[in-house]
């Protein structure tokens, strides 16, 4: 009897599992296409306006960003790839759709500028202050208030404390 | 009422530029009566414009919706203190607070400054100069006293996104930084005008910059908290054109604040820092354009308007001026100092300086970048923050790595020894960070940087402390003591270290934003939503009218595991005269640990309620460190009336020979 009954409950078990699976993948399917949208909404612009991405548009109501949401969703449970996601986007609503300006022509001197201006900032300094530090020491040695060698020495020793 | 506004605004411009021309021709004629007479025409224009001010706020608490400013701006709901705040909640009354502060701070120095004699004259001319800019604007442009034909029983009311407190915190922190930069800005040009090129001018101006590092750091901790609670999408920053324009001036100020030591200490940078000053004014008014113009989209779009053209033209002009000014000063400003080795404190600060100035520059071509597109590739793009966390999220480090190896060198020339001894312990602290964090599981490669370097710089800052306590314990003075006195003898540096301990915690709750979660569910009442540790059971909606909105509100209880510790109400509000636009107000609660977030995102007609939870790791070290950089920066700003006296004799010294 009790074995009638574990066989019947696998049985049903079984049966519900096979019954519940799809809605369980259905599930995982959706809370995945979430998370993928979620991450979208951060590289596209919302069209109302706002000059912010879809993930922080700050209406509370806002149709140009729930129509674009919907689409990306759509998109997304389809099968697209984000690179297509993309260029389906930028053929309906232009490149100023994207958040971030892509990596190529005119773009490159947002993307690269700064770090060239920073390298040519550090170059100078590094070019400046050697010079500097090779600087012979006419205007040290002339000015009134140059130490004596142990005036010097006594400065280092108080400097060396002070820095300690 | 309104005629009076107009009349004392007409007269504020009228005086202000008589007294650009009195102050230059007082200088240049060497005329006692004429400066005399333009030092009074500063005091006059503030009068004038406290005036104008008074009249403005008189008219808005008295419910006058004849002035169209007023009934744009304000409602018979609305309560007392944000209709006081309706003087810098628009366009016209927000220029107008620009320039009564302009003119408060002009008689402040002209007042307490007068001992610098030969400067003054100038000082006041690039005052008054700015302060034409700004009256003539409100006279002839934007006028806070302009009149409706017919007066409106009640006004449109502040839009809802304004009535926060934040509105009474960020806009004049904000102002007060803002103008404060016309001070040493205007210093600067008179020590340029009167080839007194010395370091005089930053040492008189140095508690002016300090006061207006300080508005500006307060102003823009402020309007990230404020878009935090307010924005509802979990943020605090969204690296909109009108943030960026407010984080410009503060990243030329920082390097400005840095680089005048070397002046002070070394005699060089003599340029560099006229140059940065210059920047940080032109900026500040870049930011003043940009957030008047509404040339860039931004959610500060309230402030649209037509004159882009004329502050864009006023900025040429204050370049071009102060620019030619310095090309022509160049021979006088030799550099009489020189660098002992480049592996100094010295050459720290220098690359203090290009990074700074670098993430400027970072900062405003994103900013601008979309204007130089559409001009150069008929294109029009967006730079949104996707590219701004990009490109300055290595900077930000560099930063950070800068900052803490400063304390590290020695002035002058750091030694093998010297280096070594002073490595070992914050150099090891940052590189065990990093790997216990690798080991705790964490693989964000930025977070981990961000966090061995904010445990290095910490253990640099902590250990030139700890030192100077001990050599002062060394003397005889027990621990704490010597501790408390050490940081009260040598405030500037001690207040500046204060302060970076502030930006490393900064730092810490920036990093920890990378590891932010988020749900959203619809929900009906008794169903829960799981995020994290939490979990958030919907109550139900309750709904209620205020003064001035009806309050849509739901109730959520959350629990850490089975324990109840907390009931949240977000709420979706619908404010009179707003109809069109709900406003989402967020629930939050914060810990040490984290901040639980939650938006009320839609209502269905169904019964069911649609909400965003979001988990933020360490937002409160974010405004802990705000907090501690104000309080550094007062540290730094306490007077040392030895060093004052020391500055007046040295001035005076210079002034007889």
């Known amino acids: 009897m009790s074995?009638?009954?574990?066989?019947?409950?696998?049985?049903?078990?079984?049966?519900?599992?096979?019954?519940?699976?799809?809605?369980?993948?259905?599930?995982?399917?959706?809370?995945?296409?979430?998370?993928?949208?979620?991450?979208?909404?951060?590289?596209?612009?919302c069209q109302c306006g706002c000059g912010l991405t879809l993930a922080s548009c700050t209406h509370g109501v806002c149709g140009p960003r729930d129509r674009t949401l919907a689409e990306i969703r759509r998109m997304v449970e389809g099968g697209k790839t984000p690179a297509e996601i993309t260029a389906a986007l930028v053929a309906q609503y232009g490149e100023a759709v994207l958040a971030a300006p892509p990596r190529r022509g005119l773009n490159l001197l947002a993307w690269w500028g700064p770090y060239a201006a920073l390298l040519a900032g550090a170059v100078t300094i590094l070019l400046l202050g050697a010079a500097w530090t090779r600087r012979p020491g006419p205007q040290r040695a002339a000015s009134p208030s140059a130490l004596s060698p142990e005036q010097r020495q006594l400065l280092e020793e108080e400097l060396k404390k002070f820095d300690a | 009422m309104s005629e009076l506004g107009n009349l004392s605004i007409a007269l504020a411009a009228l005086v202000s530029a008589y007294g650009l021309v009195a102050a230059l021709l007082g200088a240049g004629l060497r005329r006692a009566d004429l400066q005399h007479s333009a030092r009074n025409a500063v005091y006059a224009v503030f009068l004038l414009l406290?005036?104008?001010?008074?009249?403005?706020?008189?008219?808005?608490?008295?419910?006058?919706?004849?002035?169209?400013?007023?009934?744009?701006?304000?409602?018979?709901?609305?309560?007392?203190?944000?209709?006081?705040s309706v003087w810098w909640a628009g366009q016209a009354g927000?220029?107008?607070?620009?320039?009564?502060?302009?003119?408060?701070?002009?008689?402040?120095?002209?007042?307490?400054?007068?001992?610098?004699?030969?400067?003054?004259?100038?000082?006041?001319?690039?005052?008054?100069?700015?302060?034409?800019?700004f009256t003539l604007l409100l006279a002839v442009v934007s006028s806070p006293f302009a009149r409706l034909a017919f007066a409106p029983p009640?006004?449109?009311?502040?839009?809802?996104?304004?009535?926060?407190?934040?509105?009474?915190?960020?806009?004049?922190?904000?102002?007060?930084?803002?103008?404060?930069?016309?001070?040493?800005?205007?210093?600067?040009?008179?020590?340029?005008?009167?080839?007194?090129?010395?370091?005089?001018?930053?040492?008189?101006?140095?508690?002016?910059?300090?006061?207006?590092?300080?508005?500006?750091?307060?102003?823009?901790?402020?309007?990230?908290?404020?878009?935090?609670?307010?924005?509802?999408?979990?943020?605090?920053?969204?690296?909109?054109?009108?943030?960026?324009a407010s984080l410009l001036p503060w990243l030329t100020g920082t390097a400005f604040l840095h680089s005048v030591m070397i002046q002070e200490k070394r005699d060089m940078l003599k340029v560099w820092n006229l140059v940065l000053?210059?920047?940080?004014?032109?900026?500040?008014?870049?930011?003043?354009?940009?957030?008047?113009?509404?040339?860039?989209?931004?959610?500060?779009?309230?402030?649209?308007?037509?004159?882009?053209?004329?502050?864009f033209a006023f900025m040429a002009v204050i370049l071009i001026v102060s620019f030619t000014l310095l090309a022509l000063?160049?021979?006088?400003?030799?550099?009489?100092?020189?660098?002992?080795?480049?592996?100094?404190?010295?050459?720290?600060?220098?690359?203090?300086?290009?990074?700074?100035?670098?993430?400027?520059?970072?900062?405003?071509?994103?900013?601008?970048?979309?204007?130089?597109?559409?001009?150069?590739?008929?294109?029009?793009?967006?730079?949104?923050?996707?590219?701004?966390?990009?490109?300055?999220?290595?900077?930000?480090?560099?930063?950070?790595?800068?900052?803490?190896?400063?304390?590290?060198?020695?002035?002058?020339?750091a030694s093998l020894a010297n280096l070594s001894r002073n490595f070992l312990f914050p150099g090891a602290l940052g590189l065990l960070t990093a790997v216990g964090l690798i080991v705790a599981g964490l693989r964000q490669p930025v977070a981990v940087t961000a966090f061995a370097l904010s445990a290095f710089v910490t253990a640099t800052i902590l250990l030139?402390?700890?030192?100077?306590?001990?050599?002062?314990?060394?003397?005889?003075?027990?621990?704490?003591?010597?501790?408390?006195?050490?940081?009260?003898?040598?405030?500037?540096?001690?207040?500046?270290?204060?302060?970076?301990?502030?930006?490393?915690?900064?730092?810490?709750g920036m990093a920890g934003s990378a590891?932010?979660?988020?749900?959203?569910?619809?929900?009906?009442?008794?169903?829960?939503?799981?995020?994290?540790?939490?979990?958030?059971?919907?109550?139900?909606?309750?709904?209620?009218?205020?003064?001035?909105?009806?309050?849509?509100?739901?109730?959520?209880?959350?629990?850490?595991?089975?324990?109840?510790?907390?009931?949240?109400?977000?709420?979706?509000?619908?404010?009179?005269?707003?109809?069109?636009?709900?406003?989402?107000?967020?629930?939050?609660?914060?810990?040490?640990?984290?901040?639980?977030?939650?938006?009320?995102?839609?209502?269905?007609?169904?019964?069911?309620?649609?909400?965003?939870?979001?988990?933020?790791?360490?937002?409160m070290w974010m405004w802990i460190g705000g907090v501690l950089m104000s309080l550094g920066t007062v540290v730094a700003f306490w007077p040392e009336r030895r060093e004052a006296l020391r500055a007046r004799a040295r001035y005076l010294v210079g002034a007889e020979a």
């Open chain 2, 515 to 619: 590891f932010s979660s988020q749900q959203e569910a619809v929900l009906r009442p008794g169903q829960t939503v799981a995020i994290n540790q939490y979990t958030l059971r919907y109550e139900g909606m309750s709904q209620y009218p205020t003064q001035s909105a009806m309050v849509t509100a739901a109730t959520l209880t959350v629990f850490n595991g089975r324990e109840p510790i907390a009931v949240m109400n977000p709420q979706r509000n619908i404010h009179r005269g707003h109809e069109e636009q709900p406003m989402t107000e967020v629930a939050i609660r914060s810990t040490m640990m984290e901040d639980l977030y939650v938006i009320l995102a839609g209502i269905g007609d169904d019964g069911t309620a649609n909400f965003k939870v979001i988990v933020n790791p360490l937002m």
């Open chain 2, 94 to 133: 927000s220029l107008l607070f620009w320039a009564w502060l302009l003119a408060g701070f002009g008689a402040v120095v002209v007042w307490r400054q007068a001992g610098y004699r030969e400067l003054m004259p100038y000082i006041i001319a690039t005052v008054m100069g700015v302060s034409v800019f």
């Open chain 2, 464 to 508: 030139d402390f700890h030192r100077g306590a001990m050599v002062r314990r060394g003397h005889g003075e027990p621990y704490p003591l010597a501790l408390g006195r050490l940081v009260l003898r040598n405030r500037r540096r001690y207040g500046g270290y204060i302060v970076h301990l502030g930006v490393i915690l900064l730092f810490a």
């Open chain 2, 50 to 84: 406290s005036v104008a001010s008074g009249i403005l706020l008189y008219q808005a608490l008295t419910r006058d919706f004849g002035n169209a400013y007023v009934a744009s701006y304000s409602s018979r709901d609305l309560g007392f203190w944000y209709t006081v």
């Open chain 2, 154 to 244: 009640d006004g449109q009311g502040l839009n809802p996104l304004l009535q926060n407190p934040g509105m009474f915190f960020h806009p004049p922190t904000q102002y007060l930084g803002y103008v404060g930069f016309t001070i040493p800005f205007a210093f600067a040009i008179a020590a340029m005008a009167t080839k007194r090129l010395d370091d005089e001018w930053i040492r008189a101006t140095r508690r002016w910059t300090l006061a207006s590092w300080f508005f500006l750091t307060l102003g823009v901790l402020f309007g990230m908290q404020w878009a935090y609670v307010e924005l509802g999408w979990g943020g605090y920053w969204a690296w909109d054109p009108v943030e960026n």
């Open chain 1, 3 to 45: 074995r009638a009954l574990l066989g019947i409950g696998i049985v049903a078990l079984a049966g519900l599992t096979v019954v519940l699976a799809p809605a369980h993948a259905h599930a995982a399917d959706a809370a995945a296409v979430k998370v993928v949208v979620n991450q979208l909404a951060t590289q596209y612009m």
């Open chain 2, 277 to 311: 000053i210059v920047l940080t004014f032109g900026l500040v008014i870049f930011g003043t354009f940009l957030t008047r113009s509404g040339v860039l989209s931004s959610v500060h779009s309230f402030a649209l308007s037509s004159m882009g053209p004329l502050f």
């Open chain 2, 329 to 413: 000063r160049l021979p006088w400003l030799k550099s009489a100092g020189d660098l002992d080795s480049l592996v100094s404190r010295e050459s720290s600060f220098l690359f203090n300086n290009l990074i700074l100035v670098g993430a400027a520059f970072s900062v405003f071509l994103g900013t601008i970048f979309p204007m130089i597109s559409e001009a150069v590739r008929g294109v029009k793009i967006s730079v949104g923050a996707p590219f701004f966390n990009q490109v300055n999220v290595p900077i930000g480090l560099a930063l950070l790595l800068v900052m803490g190896l400063c304390p590290l060198l020695a002035w002058r020339k």
